[in-house]
């Protein structure tokens, strides 16, 4: 959701330059998986704003250094006092 005076073309090239440049982040199985929309009104106090709102599988990388780092203590029993 982008506020503000902008063209949709201009909001439509970003998304399309986020979308390359993180591409990894982005699967090729849902095609047009990136939704935008233009308020011309901008918020109160401001020239322009976005929100940008996902639903991401990049938690993954956090849970997978969580557990590697758990597993690494817990082999050397660190932290088990009970």
């Keep these: 959701m982008f506020r503000g005076k902008m063209s949709t073309k201009e909001v439509d090239e970003q998304m399309v330059n986020v979308q ?18 233009v308020c011309d009104i901008p918020p109160r106090g401001l020239s322009m704003a976005s929100t940008f709102v996902s639903n991401s599988t990049t938690i993954q990388e956090t849970f997978r250094t969580v557990s590697e780092q ?10 088990l006092h009970w």
């Design 20 to 37: 390359n440049k993180n591409s990894s982040y982005f699967v090729e199985w849902i095609p047009n998986n990136v939704k935008s929309s």
């Design 70 to 79: 758990f597993t690494a203590m817990f082999r050397r029993k660190a932290f």
